[in-house]
């Protein structure tokens, strides 16, 4: 079946957004491990200093855990969906965030290059047309040094992680999405995840990319094996890609 990609996507998420919120809170682990991904920045001080990027940043659950790894960061979020973001606009906890609703595709008509200490992507990458292009957007905005933390559905490649994916995704992640009128954009969330890199796959990318010190950090509960946190920072280096 046909992935969801640019308006069509961000119409989805717009409709989704109602219940997003909740939807992401009956999944056991959702915001601990993003807070886990965040932390694993690694922002000294908690983040004093530092101007950091929510890449996809949605109803604000990536950007509330960024925060809580970085209290005294400056925060830039931004995202396609309108729906999205008016959630997120509306968390007195992110009322100190800057919000831009562009796609990231747009990055450089927005953002200022070499601007961002750190970069945060939250269940974004997969749903990208073309996921290189952004990484090398990426390391443009990011200074010397800067640390990206992308954390993603990203299957092991063994075929019980798979069968995993599968089966709570059947069972329960589209049956929830069809009962909140979302049954696309949760068909979308299953496909997308299997359709996009491995873990190995998505490491290899960012080293193509240009990232130096690539880590594929694992993550517990149900996602282990399924979901991982992607640490590289990045370096004044072209990538390998031709
Ligand atoms: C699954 S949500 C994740 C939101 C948030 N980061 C979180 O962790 O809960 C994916 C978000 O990426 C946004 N998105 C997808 N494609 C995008 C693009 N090309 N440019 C900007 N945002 C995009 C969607 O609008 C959506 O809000």
């Known amino acids: 079946m046909t992935l969801l990609r640019g308006d069509a996507l961000s119409a989805a998420f717009d409709h989704g957004s109602t219940t997003y919120d909740r939807l992401v809170a009956a999944s056991p682990g959702y915001h601990a491990h993003l807070r886990r991904s965040a932390r694993r920045l690694g922002l000294a001080d908690g983040g004093r200093g530092l101007h950091v990027l929510d890449l996809g940043c949605g109803t604000g659950a990536s950007t509330a855990a960024l925060l809580a790894a970085a209290p005294h960061a400056r ?84 075929p019980v992680h798979r069968a ?21 954009l949760y068909r979308h969330l299953r496909d997308s995840v299997v359709r996009f890199d491995t873990a190995p796959a ?24 399924i979901t991982h946190t992607f640490v590289g920072r990045a370096t004044a280096e072209q990538g390998l890609r031709p």
């Not at 059947?170 to 696309?184: E, F, H, M, T, W």
């Not at 490491?203 to 690539?214: E, K, N, P, Q």
């Open 202 to 225: 998505f490491a290899h990318r960012l080293r193509r990319a240009g990232f130096a010190d690539v880590r594929v950090l694992p993550l517990p509960g149900w996602q282990a094996g």
């Open 75 to 158: 925060i830039t979020g931004i995202d396609a969906s309108a729906g999205m973001l008016d959630r997120a606009m509306a968390k007195s906890g992110l009322a100190g965030v800057d919000f831009v609703h562009a796609p990231v595709e747009e990055l450089a008509d927005r953002l200022r290059p070499a601007s961002f200490d750190a970069v945060f992507a939250g269940y974004l990458f997969r749903n990208l047309d073309d996921p290189d292009r952004t990484l090398d957007l990426v390391r443009d905005l990011l200074v010397p040094d800067g640390r990206l933390a992308v954390h993603e559905y990203t299957l092991s490649g063994s």
């Open 164 to 184: 995993v994916w599968n089966a709570v995704c059947s069972v329960i992640i589209q049956p929830a999405g069809r009962l909140a009128g979302d049954a696309d």
